[in-house]
Structures are given as C-alpha cells and as structure tokens.
C-alpha cells in the first residue's frame, strides 16, 4: 500500500488553470498505477485521468487536462487547463498495484484524502 497526500486544489476562475499534485510514500510507487478521481456535490465518483502502461483519459478532459508522474519523486500531477464551472468537485489521487489502467473506482486500492477544486464562472 501507499498513502498518498494531494495538494493544489483551489479557487480559479473559468478558463483558467490548476496543478494537482500527489505525494506518494512507500518504496513501490514506481510499479503503481496512479489515477485522478473527482466527485462533485451530489454525485458520484468518476474516473478522470490514470498513467500505468498506458495513458487514460475521461472523454470530458481530453485536450484539457494531462496526467504525470515522477517516479524519482513519488508525485503524480494533474495539470488542468480550461477548466469551467463542471469541473468544480473534490480532486482524490488514487494508486493500484500494477500497471493495468481501470476506470472503476472499486479496482483502486489506496486513496488519498481529496483535494478541492472550484471553478468560478
């Protein structure tokens, strides 16, 4: 297991930009999958953005928002740009053993605790 810590949410207006960032502890980050996750008010947890073997996007941030890591530094980023308001939702990093990339969230093992991210319109 890893525990993982988010930071980088925030107030930002419409068309602008945020860098989620992930700090992973444990010595296997390396062999994880990382993933994004967001959930806003009322509704459930999606899948945003996951970098295993392969990179993954959700249809609603392709061209938007880019997903990367540092194995060095145990971090893995969210970089979003040209957010709008349906965007706004609590951000989590997300890890699983391997390098297979999944979209569910019950095939994620580790959680960070959220960060928040609200876009103003």
């Known amino acids: 297991q890893v525990r993982l810590v988010e930071s980088g949410g925030g107030l930002v207006q419409a068309g602008g930009s945020l860098r989620l960032s992930c700090a992973a502890s444990?010595?296997?980050?390396?062999?994880?999958?990382m993933g994004w996750f967001r959930q806003a008010p009322g509704k459930e947890r999606e899948f945003v953005a996951a970098?295993?073997?392969?990179?993954l996007y959700a249809d609603f941030v392709k061209g938007r928002f880019t997903i990367s890591r540092d194995n060095a530094k145990s971090t893995v980023y969210l970089q979003m740009n040209s957010l709008n308001a349906e965007d706004t939702a609590v951000y989590y990093c997300?890890?699983?053993?391997?390098?297979?990339?999944?979209?569910?969230?019950?095939?994620?093992?580790?959680w960070g605790q959220g960060t928040q991210v609200t876009v103003s319109s």
């Open positions: 997300a890890g699983r053993s391997g390098n297979t990339v999944r979209t569910g969230v019950a095939d994620w093992g580790d």
């Open positions: 444990g010595r296997t980050f390396s062999s994880y999958t």
């Open positions: 970098i295993g073997w392969r990179l």
